[in-house]
């Protein structure tokens, strides 16, 4: 019981001790207005009053009273310390702390402004390249290494996917195929003007025959480009922008820089054909020189012709690093829709990022795709003459409408036709198949 008196006795005493502090401290604390104080005409300003830290609060942090050298105690401040800096008209400031005071320095500044300019002026200028025969110019973040890598895994997963659907190598349509491919490869490495000795192009190896069918729907409704629903043509056909002008302006400014096409990352390839029984009417070539076309395509283009010209615009693709260029691309637009998050809303910025952006992208890939593979089947020996038509058929069978020229990946198929037929790159490529068929082919016209 007396322990419980002490201790009581005690905590009184403390609680005493600070009252009596507090109030004696009460009249002490000086609060500079933000504005001039106003003075009673008479009155002289003079130097406030200040009581020195008690010792009992020695402990505790002081901050520095502006116009005058002494101190003033916090006895709230637990021991943190703030410093002050007093500007030229006499008012207190806190000193920054964290970045924010780093940055106010303008040396520390121009140091951040100076290399990170040096950064992205390397980054930027160290990845552009060069399409072949366009000669467009485009910035490419992904390394040839990592593309092709990309290419070959998915590639792998496709064959696990439609394993059990894959054609054997001595199929009729696997040799038909493999030949055509092999034709327009070669055309494709005299052009450019490799010394390697040519290899065979590989089909897919035997242990992708049998198995099970598990996944090949998923992925084939991904790779599909058949749309279940058709747009109502509601839009004129004056409407339609013809415009390849951009070709022609890449190749002339690129003849005037001296630009040299970039090809790096087309050599050592292992190019290799697949031929999937699926009644799906598309083909295409990864990275890495992986070419994959299905059956469904072979039933409404039957002609060696008519197969050269898909084959080469797949191809093409791959010559233009399309793949690469589509994943940088993205990486901006997505930046940008982030920034545009903050004042719009987000359904409103992915349809207009989708209509302004990414589809146009995509289109203009798909039609520079076609000039390149073009050329690539005329070297090849296949009349240059029959690719309108092929366009024009695969729109009519994929459902070609007014309205897929601005709402979709691919600019439809009576465009392409018209871009082909009324473009100067025909007679170009009238000239390599004349001489293709002469046994002349035209070397280097990449």
């Not at 036709?417 to 007679?427: D, K, R, S, Y």
Request: glycine share 8%; net charge positive.
């Amino acid at each position: 019981m007396g322990f419980f008196k002490g201790a009581r006795a005690a905590l009184d005493a403390f609680r005493n001790f600070t009252r009596t502090s507090a109030q004696s401290q009460r009249g002490s604390w000086i609060h500079r207005a933000a504005g001039p104080s106003v003075l009673p005409p008479g009155a002289s300003r003079r130097a406030p009053d200040v009581v020195p830290c008690p010792p009992a609060f020695r402990r505790f942090g002081c901050y520095g009273v502006a116009g005058t050298g002494r101190s003033q105690c916090n006895p709230f401040s637990i021991g943190a310390k703030r410093c002050y800096y007093v500007d030229r008209h006499q008012v207190q400031h806190f000193k920054p702390r964290g970045p924010r005071r780093w940055f106010r320095n303008p040396r520390n500044v121009l140091i951040v402004v100076l290399v990170g300019s040096g950064v992205f002026v390397t980054v930027f200028f160290g990845n552009l390249e060069d399409v072949p025969y366009t000669k467009r110019r485009h910035f490419v973040l992904l390394s040839r290494d990592l593309e092709r890598r990309l290419g070959e895994t998915q590639f792998e997963q496709i064959k696990a996917s439609f394993k059990g659907k894959i054609l054997p190598p001595i199929h009729p349509e696997s040799v038909r195929i493999r030949l055509i491919a092999k034709d327009i490869i070669e055309a494709l490495q005299r052009g450019l003007r490799h010394e390697q000795v040519w290899r065979d192009i590989n089909y897919a190896s035997p242990d992708t025959f049998e198995g099970s069918e598990t996944g090949a729907h998923d992925t084939l409704m991904a790779l599909s480009d058949k749309k279940s629903e058709k747009l109502e043509e509601t839009w004129s056909r004056e409407e339609e922008l013809l415009d390849d002008r951009w070709v022609d302006q890449s190749r002339k400014e690129g003849r005037e820089r001296g630009s040299k096409p970039t090809t790096s990352h087309l050599e050592g390839l292992n190019w290799e054909v697949l031929v999937v029984n699926e009644p799906v009417v598309n083909a295409f070539c990864l990275p890495g020189g992986k070419i994959v076309v299905f059956t469904g395509l072979l039933e409404h283009f039957r002609t060696d012709a008519e197969i050269a010209t898909i084959i080469g615009h797949e191809v093409a693709h791959a010559v233009a690093r399309h793949s690469a260029e589509t994943i940088t691309k993205n990486l901006w637009f997505t930046i940008i829709q982030l920034i545009l998050y903050q004042f719009v809303m987000p359904d409103l910025v992915n349809t207009m990022s989708s209509l302004f952006l990414r589809l146009p992208f995509s289109r203009k890939m798909e039609i520079e795709a076609d000039y390149i593979g073009l050329l690539l089947i005329a070297s090849a020996g296949y009349d240059p003459r029959v690719a309108p038509q092929v366009f024009e058929k695969l729109g009519q069978v994929t459902g070609d409408s007014a309205l897929r020229d601005y709402l979709s990946t691919h600019p439809s198929g009576k465009k392409r036709a018209q871009l082909l037929a009324q473009a100067p790159v025909m007679e170009e490529a009238l000239t390599l198949y004349r001489e293709a068929i002469a046994g002349r082919g035209i070397e280097g016209f990449l």
